[in-house]
């Protein structure tokens, strides 16, 4: 192992809290997702299982894992890890269906105890009901995600490690309202055509090309904090830059792209059989 890749790996220590937390997610969901496939098999087939306890590792792998001081030392890959939290775990998470599942795995007498006064609380209902809107939650997303590349704020969250995690937690949080609508995950219903979902997927990619482009042409670096450390690796900071913009520019528009596809597809289909 390079002397570069041994620095990331000895200054790395296992973040305690949030592995036992995340194992902790996992382990609720899967007792669920046991209890209710044994009443509802077709609606939670074996890959459901699959995709949330992946976007489960993903989020560790981004935040918690030696990937972290990698994305400390250079922008590419403080890139990749934005686009696992944004545009990999949600959706990994939401077609998982997690509600009931993770309900379902919590024990019964913490749900009655603890949760059930909670979940009957309409101001609840109809919060969540506000920011699965699509206009609510492609703004919540696309405005977090440009705000936190604002050149002060990106600094400023590298160099102040709670405000690093509360990035994260933004990032994660406004991503999974943003796929929601997308998705829709049981038992949730949709509420909207099905066309409104090609121009929310398609802004949300002109707005993720906007910010690449911006970094991929701009001949000097843009985020300060990678000038004022020394790179382990040496890499020249503008190949950097670029190199993180091509990663979110072309990566970024597959996830947004391809969905739309699938749902340009999908109504021509229901249309064709609407006719038949």
């Known amino acids: 192992m390079s002397p570069e890749y041994r620095t990331i790996f000895n200054d790395w220590s296992l973040p305690i809290f949030l592995t ?16 209710i496939r044994k009443t509802r098999p077709a609606l939670f087939p074996t890959w459901r299982l699959v995709t949330f306890n992946l976007g489960i590792a993903t989020i560790w792998v981004s935040i918690a894992s030696p990937m972290d001081g990698f994305a400390d030392a250079l922008l590419s890959a403080h890139m990749v890890e934005h686009l696992l939290l944004m545009s990999f775990v949600p959706p990994l998470l939401l077609l998982g269906y997690p509600q009931v599942p993770l309900l379902r795995g919590i024990p019964h007498v913490i749900t009655v105890r603890l949760l059930a006064p909670f979940l009957r609380m309409k101001w609840l209902r109809t919060l969540g009901h506000f920011l699965t ?63 409104i979902m090609l121009p ?38 503008i190949a950097d830059q670029r190199a993180g913009a091509v990663i979110m520019w072309v990566l ?7 969905p739309a596809i699938f749902v340009t597809f999908r109504l021509l289909h229901q249309e064709k059989t609407r006719r038949a």
């Open 200 to 237: 929310y997927l398609v802004l949300a990619d002109i707005v993720n090309t906007a910010l690449s482009a911006f970094l991929a042409f701009c001949d000097r670096p843009v985020y300060t904090y990678y000038l004022e450390r020394p790179n382990p690796f040496h890499i020249d900071p």
């Open 133 to 195: 809107k699509p206009v609510v939650a492609w703004l919540a997303m696309n405005l977090t995600f440009l705000v936190w590349h604002i050149p002060t704020a990106y600094d400023f969250a590298l160099e102040h490690e709670h405000w690093h995690e509360f990035e994260h937690i933004c990032f994660l949080a406004t991503s999974i309202l943003f796929w929601w609508p997308l998705i829709r995950p049981w038992p949730t219903t949709s509420r909207y055509p099905g066309w």
């Open 252 to 258: 970024g528009s597959l996830i947004f792209l391809v």
């Open 20 to 35: 036992t937390a995340l194992l902790l997610t996992a382990i609720l969901y899967t007792r669920g997702w046991f209890a």
